[in-house]
């Protein structure tokens, strides 16, 4: 990672890296693309108008724009594309291996 930056007074959020990454997450077998530039404005329990993180889904690569919390559905992650299509996993599938 080259520079990370928040402004607490709007939620912006930005990371930025030399080159492009790619992460598989082995637990529920997706993998996600992260562009040299990743933006996006975080709230209580979500993540919105994020830029720059793509997911593969069936050969095709899907721009995720939203990443929250239900609060009535806890220990699911809710990730919705750009298409409108979302997907919700355990929390625990992107727990950091010990």
């Known amino acids: 990672m080259e520079e990370f930056?928040?402004?607490r007074a709007n939620g912006f959020m930005w990371i930025v890296h030399r080159k492009k990454k790619e992460h598989t997450f082995k637990k529920i077998?997706?993998?996600v693309s992260y562009a040299t530039e990743v933006t996006a404005f975080v709230e209580k329990g979500k993540v919105k108008k994020i830029?720059?993180?793509k997911t593969?889904?069936?050969m095709l690569w899907l721009s995720v724009v939203e990443v929250y919390v239900d609060e009535s559905s806890a220990g699911k992650i809710t990730f919705?594309?750009?298409t409108g299509l979302s997907d919700s996993f355990?929390?625990?599938a992107?727990?950091?291996g010990m």
């Open 29 to 31: 077998k997706q993998t």
């Open 80 to 82: 919705k594309t750009g």
């Open 56 to 58: 593969k889904e069936l």
């Open 51 to 53: 830029a720059g993180v």
């Open 94 to 96: 992107f727990e950091l």
């Open 90 to 92: 355990d929390a625990s």
């Open 5 to 7: 930056g928040y402004n």
